[in-house]
């Protein structure tokens, strides 16, 4: 079983609509979690980590589930900006990357 | 603050040859970097850890003698594949862990392409 896990999309979705991904690991010692954006042919960049009580950064929203050990990310009000793939991280160790979700933000 | 340089961005080489590819932190100093390797559509996959003034920790499957990474000082990391093959093209990505953050930060990658 993969550690980390996503659906790799992709998700097509019109401006200004709500996206959601979840993310489900299989390490229940995992202790940091973080979404990070990556752009076609470029690195990694941390969009936020995700705490066990969830966290807001603006438009995006992060929820950790330790029970059923999985993570999400709420993408509100999307851009076309927001165009890229989503990469799930999961720390019990060291970094462990899912796959990543594409999302394709249409105008 | 926390900025990682690699370099180069692109390599293009010949089957057989060897190619150097360095990490460096440039506000920071790193005592643990990590390289990646993402082929396409793929995720990134750890291929070692570098540890500064010590022996880098391979991950299963990775060929230490192939992959031949040194950590000379706080700011530079390097990996070195030899006799490369067309099978190893792939994205290199490094990334250096700053502890005040507690996060890793990545260089922008290497993009090897073996004729």
Redesign the interface.
């Known amino acids: 079983r993969k550690e980390?896990e996503q659906d790799p999309g992709p998700f097509n979705v019109p401006e200004g609509a709500t996206v959601a991904f979840n993310c489900t690991y299989s390490n229940s010692a995992s202790q940091?979690f973080?979404w990070y954006r990556q752009d076609c042919?470029?690195?990694?960049?941390?969009l936020m980590?995700v705490y066990s009580s969830g966290n807001e950064d603006g438009r995006f929203t992060a929820q950790l589930n330790r029970a059923s050990q999985y993570i999400s990310l709420l993408i509100r009000d999307s851009k076309l900006s927001d165009s890229a793939t989503y990469?799930c991280v999961v720390n019990p160790n060291?970094?462990?990357?899912?796959?990543?979700t594409k999302l394709n933000v249409k105008p | 603050g926390a900025v990682v340089s690699q370099h180069p961005s692109w390599v293009i080489c010949k089957s057989g040859t060897s190619v150097k590819i360095e990490c460096r932190s440039l506000d920071f100093q790193a005592t643990t970097m990590f390289w990646y390797r993402q082929f396409p559509k793929q995720s990134l996959m750890l291929m070692a850890t570098s540890n500064e003034g010590s022996k880098a920790t391979y991950e299963q499957g990775v060929e230490k003698d192939k992959f031949l990474i040194n950590h000379a000082s706080l700011t530079l990391s390097t990996l070195t594949v030899t006799s490369a093959h067309p099978e190893d093209s792939s994205f290199y990505i490094c990334s250096a862990e700053h502890h005040s953050y507690n996060e890793q930060f990545f260089g922008p990658g290497t993009r090897l392409t073996v004729l």
């Open positions: 980390v940091s973080f042919r470029k690195e990694p960049k941390l980590s990469l060291k970094f462990y990357f899912g796959s990543g």
